[in-house]
């Protein structure tokens, strides 16, 4: 089981899902992502439902997954799915932006959220962002959510949960920087940072580095004001 943030080896490549309720969607993305050697898509889905068993029976390193679907919608499918097997990475690809899909989506465990009008080139660093446990969020709408879930903080002392370390590491990674920028940050490898994430994710119980922000926003263990 992937608990944590890895690095894809050549040899094993970064398995995907795609849910969405349109066929030409779906194919679009199946032949884009399939052109590159370090992704691999296992199935397809049409609907909530049959994304939750395929995930089941094909456990992907990432799932595509569409908000607006007949039966049940993505909001639902990525709430089961994370709460039964968190170590698989939601990425939402939809024609929606509005803010109260986009929260109640991070809510359910989402790594990332992208349009569907996203370049090609977005998409495939998204995909691979989340399979490394990074967060995909544009920058816009991250700053949106550091503000909306700072709104309702619990505070409790973050020193019970994590060590200073960890906390220092959570804190920049609020920022949307990558384990390469943290490592330079804090004068550390790039594989000092994967580890104290997956420390982190760990301790916290959650699969992604966007799991773990909100986490820490939620408990007042990050100030969205102090973030540069």
């Not at 039966?71 to 994370?82: D, H, Q, V």
């Not at 939402?92 to 996203?118: C, H, M, Q, R």
């Amino acid at each position: 089981m992937n608990e944590g943030p890895t690095s894809p080896e050549q040899d094993a490549p970064i398995t995907l899902l795609l849910v969405d309720d349109h066929p030409v969607v779906r194919k679009g993305t199946r032949d884009l992502l399939e052109g590159e050697p370090d992704l691999k898509v296992l199935g397809e889905a049409e609907n909530g439902e049959d994304a939750i068993q395929k995930t089941r029976d094909l456990q992907p390193n990432v799932i595509l997954m569409d908000v607006s679907m007949p039966g049940m919608n993505g909001i639902e499918a990525t709430k089961r799915i994370k709460a039964e097997m968190p170590h698989v990475g939601v990425l939402v690809l939809t024609s929606y932006d509005d803010d109260a899909y986009v929260f109640a989506l991070l809510e359910a465990g989402a790594a990332g959220y992208l349009l569907k009008n996203a370049r090609e080139d977005e998409l495939l660093g998204a995909v691979r962002a989340v399979a490394a446990g990074e967060s995909a969020l544009h920058p816009s709408v991250a700053r949106k959510v550091l503000e909306r879930f700072s709104t309702n903080q619990t505070p409790s002392p973050p020193e019970e949960t994590l060590s200073p370390r960890e906390l220092e590491v959570l804190r920049i990674a609020a920022t949307g920087r990558t384990n390469k920028e943290i490592a330079r940050d804090l004068d550390i490898s790039p594989r000092t940072v994967q580890v104290h994430l997956a420390n982190i994710f760990s301790k916290l119980g959650v699969g992604s580095r966007t799991e773990a922000v909100l986490y820490g926003i939620k408990r007042g263990w990050i100030n969205p004001n102090e973030l540069d």
